[in-house]
T-cell receptor, first 116, second 113 residues
Framework: DARVTQTPRHKVTEMGQEVTMRCQPILGHNTVFWYRQTMMQGLELLAYFRNRAPLDDSGMPKDRFSAEMPDATLATLKIQPSEPRDSAVYFC??????????????FGAGTRLSVL | GDSVTQMEGPVTLSEEACLTINCTYTATGYPSLFWYVQYPGEGLQLLLKATKADDKGSNKGFEATYRKETTSFHLEKGSVQVSDSAVYFCALSEPSNTGKLIFGQGTTLQVKP
């Protein structure tokens, strides 16, 4: 049963600390997405990759957030330094782009981040 | 730009009631349309999809029909269960086929026994 795996599931940290969230996309998928979900803003797209290349990270605060795909099996989202307003659930999703009927995204269970 | 608008929630229903969650969209070209569901503490899961006008997507008793003339993709279920309590998201795919989805704001459904 292929699934997107995110680690850690929960993270509590103090303001100013670095946070790294990891995602293992489904094998064979060529797109990876990072989302942030909060009660106030709902679901926001932060960044996405196609064939490991960043296509759009305009939703991400550039001064503190960075997203990378060091290889096809790992995507990372880093926050440095973290702030209390970064507290949210962060989701990774993967999929296969191109062609009608595709573009389905498969979501991980999320990383719940609390910055104190 | 392309966008998705869903009816405001929360929606509260009694078990076995009929459900309709409205979704309308604005898009250039001919996007694919999706409904995702998010159960408490979990990520989003694909519920159903439709790829062209007049297609009907269905799954787990839920249905939605791609209506090009009204730019709508309303989610319906004839008899809801307590286990259907979740947040439902309508989404469309960008016509450029990047794989990117544009999501609505989500509608919370609570079903009471």
């Amino acid at each position: 049963d292929a699934r997107v795996t995110q680690t850690p599931r929960h993270k509590v940290t103090e303001m100013g600390q670095e946070v790294t969230m990891r995602c293992q996309p489904i094998l064979g998928h060529n797109t990876v997405f990072w989302y942030r979900q909060t009660m106030m803003q709902g679901l926001e797209l932060l960044a996405y990759f196609r064939n490991r290349a960043p296509l759009d990270d305009s939703g991400m605060p550039k001064d503190r957030f960075s997203a990378e795909m060091p290889d096809a099996t790992l995507a990372t989202l880093k926050i440095q330094p973290s702030e209390p307003r970064d507290s949210a659930v962060y989701f990774c999703a993967s999929g296969f782009s191109g062609g009608r009927g595709r573009n389905i995204q498969y979501f991980g269970a999320g990383t719940r981040l609390s910055v104190l | 730009g392309d966008s998705v608008t869903q009816m405001e929630g929360p929606v509260t229903l009694s078990e076995e009631a009929c459900l309709t969650i409205n979704c309308t969209y604005t898009a250039t070209g001919y996007p694919s349309l999706f409904w995702y569901v998010q159960y408490p503490g979990e990520g989003l899961q694909l519920l159903l999809k439709a790829t062209k006008a007049d297609d009907k997507g269905s799954n787990k008793g839920f249905e939605a029909t791609y209506r090009k003339e009204t730019t709508s993709f309303h989610l319906e279920k004839g008899s809801v269960q307590v286990s259907d309590s979740a947040v439902y998201f309508c989404a469309l795919s960008e016509p450029s086929n990047t794989g990117k989805l544009i999501f609505g704001q989500g509608t919370t459904l609570q079903v009471k026994p």
